[in-house]
């Protein structure tokens, strides 16, 4: 999950720089790279929001009764997915 929320920063702060520089001016061309953008971000927000829900419940509710702590609520991987897939598809736009 960590890892996850490290790669949503990484990815605002690159796309960040993006927008300064390609869509201060609208033009019939940066259409495109703008709608990937908003994919991109949405699919961030969507990542955010089950990082939220995780970080909000108690430790406890976490772990098990051995002790043991699980994450099986929220597979790192698929989480990363979907905003994975949407900056792929805005390295294709840009």
């Given at each position: ?15 960040e720089i ?8 609208k033009?019939?061309?940066t259409?495109?790279?703008e709608?990937c ?6 699919s ?12 909000s ?10 002790g043991?702590c ?5 597979p790192?991987?698929d ?8 900056n ?7």
């Open positions: 999950m960590l890892e996850g929320l490290e790669r949503v920063s990484n990815l605002l702060v690159r796309y993006l927008e300064r520089l390609y869509l201060r001016v033009r019939e061309t259409k495109n790279l709608e953008l908003i994919r991109l971000y949405v961030m927000l969507s990542f955010l929001a089950k990082a939220k829900r995780f970080y419940k108690s430790s406890t509710s976490k772990c098990s009764i051995d043991i699980y994450m099986t609520d929220y790192v991987s989480d990363y997915l979907p905003f994975d897939k949407a792929v598809l805005l390295r294709a736009c840009s």
